[in-house]
């Protein structure tokens, strides 16, 4: 009696069958798949580590040249506001 043979698990999985419908076997399965995915996809963008800005580079605010166009906007003021 020390493992079972496929009856005995065809045995189980007609007694679960029975008691739970195959519907809702099929929504916990679809819903596991789901978890599990979304598991991955998560552990996926942990992993990929993003390179941090260094400050110098982050935003610098130069003098307006005599000849530059004054109504010229940053694009990174502009898609913050």
Known sequence: MGSFSIWHWLIVLLIIVLVFG???LKNIGSDLGGAVKGFKDG???GSTAETPVPPAAQSQVTAAQPG???TTIDVEAKNKS
Do not use: G, P, Y
Request: positive net charge; charged residues 65%; aromatic residues 0%.
């Open 43 to 45: 552990i996926k963008e």
């Open 22 to 24: 195959t519907k809702k």
């Open 68 to 70: 530059a166009d004054k």
